[in-house]
């Protein structure tokens, strides 16, 4: 019947029961396929989980002009650096685009729900904004879901999770990188 909450048997794969609507969903989504809400909240990562020694500036939100990003791929090891000279895109498979696209399909992006398009990394004056684009699995910002196409403003040492893929995001000058 249309509308309703359908529950699976017994013999279906394991599920994981929606607070919100009681809806199982498969364990390995992390929003509910009946009403959207967040089944887990994601994990925000303790600084001693990364390789990078903080500075004196973690928390920062100043961006400077020459700085540049540092993309941490947390259960990867791997580092991933860039200018944002005015506004550059995070996603998969490069598609014709006017902005610059930074391709994270090499992170594993597609079996992590990286979008195509999953977000925007702006420089705004002295300020870094990161905005979702819609994208289907989300955009969180230190554990917080973000609004699509609602900049909100990133500090040096802070933790994004796109999709399921865990990023730590650094400012750093260029003759650091």
């Known amino acids: 019947m249309p509308g309703t909450v359908q529950k699976p048997s017994s013999q279906d794969a394991p ?10 969903n498969v ?10 809400a967040p089944l887990e909240k ?5 600084v001693a989980a990364h390789p990078l020694p903080p500075s004196e500036d973690v928390g920062s939100h100043l961006f400077k002009e ?3 990003v540092l993309l941490e791929f947390v ?10 000279e005015a506004s550059v895109l995070l996603g998969r498979e490069v598609i014709p685009s ?29 300020q870094l904004l990161v905005t979702d684009l819609d994208s289907s699995n989300f955009t969180y910002l230190n554990g917080q879901r973000l609004i699509p196409h609602r900049p909100y403003v990133i500090a040096h040492g802070d933790h994004l999770l796109l999709g399921r893929l865990h990023v ?3 400012f750093r ?3 650091l990188s």
């Open 75 to 84: 259960s990867l090891g791997q580092q991933l650096f860039f200018p944002v």
């Open 42 to 46: 994601p994990p925000v990562l303790p």
């Open 173 to 175: 000058p260029p003759q």
């Open 168 to 170: 730590m995001i650094y």
């Open 27 to 36: 364990t390995a989504r992390t929003t509910c396929r009946s009403c959207g």
């Open 15 to 24: 599920r994981v029961e929606c607070p919100k609507c009681g809806y199982a």
């Open 66 to 68: 020459d700085d540049i």
């Open 98 to 126: 006017p902005e610059p696209i930074i391709d994270l399909g090499r992170y594993g992006a597609k079996s992590l729900g990286v979008s195509r398009q999953h977000c925007r990394l702006q420089r705004r004056e002295k």
